[in-house]
């Protein structure tokens, strides 16, 4: 079965800077995709950013990309100049396709100002 | 911008109870589903229903769940006897083939 794995409990940025949340995942599947939701205190699942495994080039959204590296089954996402509104709870996902997804057990960041 | 949306956003309830989650996925949406997440923790997969059959369970679904699409619009999820362990944050979700998961904003469920 498929496992995704965020080591970071928790993670502190200061406003305006960069911070990185780790995720590392598990399948023998070739093909699949990736997901960083976001979920703030209102504690809806809201999309940040997906990674299709096909694509050598890391997906990117504003200030939001990740460094996909599909030898190493890692996926981690990069926050650059953070803001307050940043705060919440960041899901890593596994899914495939018509399949449901796998969720890690979330990283909470703190946005300080 | 479609969305997916749940009713009701909370609902207390005596344990034993019967209670019904109800959702309305995105329309052109095959594949739906159900979440739940106990507070602080996890999102955990319940089930998913595709072609108006589930498609996958979790162990969590057990006897005490139904899922049902009763008229081509809302996709409902039914806890025969609520338990005091089923309070949690109860999300539905739908999909195109994509695997991009969009969610609804939940219905918190409190079991007394």
């Known amino acids: 079965a498929q496992t995704v794995t965020q080591s970071q409990p928790e993670m502190s940025v200061q406003e305006a800077e960069t911070v990185t949340l780790s995720c590392t995942y598990d399948?023998?599947?070739?093909?699949?995709?990736l997901f960083w939701y976001k979920q703030p205190p209102s504690r809806q699942m809201i999309l940040v950013i997906r990674q299709e495994a096909y694509k050598q080039q890391n997906a990117t959204e504003n200030r939001f990309s990740v460094n996909f590296q599909k030898a190493a089954k890692s996926f981690s996402l990069k926050i650059s100049d953070s803001q307050l509104g940043d705060a919440a709870m960041y899901f890593c996902a596994y899914g495939e396709y018509g399949n449901k997804l796998v969720f890690g057990a979330g990283t909470i960041l703190r946005v300080k100002s | 911008e479609p969305e997916v949306t749940q009713t009701p956003s909370h609902q207390v309830t005596q344990m034993g109870q019967e209670v019904i989650l109800r959702c309305v996925p995105i329309s052109n949406h095959l594949y739906f589903y159900w979440y739940r997440q106990i507070l602080g923790q996890k999102v955990e997969f319940l089930v998913s229903f595709y072609n108006n059959e589930i498609s996958e369970k979790s162990e969590i679904f057990d006897d005490q769940f139904s899922v049902e699409r009763p008229d081509g619009s809302n996709f409902t999820l039914k806890i025969r006897s609520t338990k005091l362990e089923d309070s949690a944050m109860y999300f539905c979700?739908?999909?195109?083939?994509?695997?991009?998961?969009?969610f609804g904003e939940g219905s918190r469920l409190t079991v007394l």
């Open positions: 399948t023998s599947e070739s093909d699949y995709y």
């Open positions: 979700a739908s999909s195109e083939i994509t695997g991009e998961l969009f």
